[in-house]
């Protein structure tokens, strides 16, 4: 099986990568701009969960 369309995401916490969203799919041209636009959006509210979880792992430290 190959993949024949690949969308790939980063996902950026304070200005560094922790991750990615990788899509692919094994249908030529498969993805488009609206898909691309989405998976961005994804991508940055997941980077956002992970920023708060983060930031309530260490207010936790502090206060626990």
């Known amino acids: 099986v190959e993949v024949r369309a690949e969308l790939v995401a980063p996902l950026l916490v304070d ?18 701009d609206d898909d691309s636009q989405l998976l961005c959006i994804v991508a ?16 936790l430290r502090v206060t626990g």
């Open 15 to 32: 200005g560094a990568t922790w991750g990615a969203i990788n899509l692919e799919e094994l249908v030529e041209d498969a993805f488009d």
């Open 44 to 59: 940055n509210q997941v980077a956002a969960a992970i920023r708060s979880a983060e930031l309530t792992q260490r207010l």
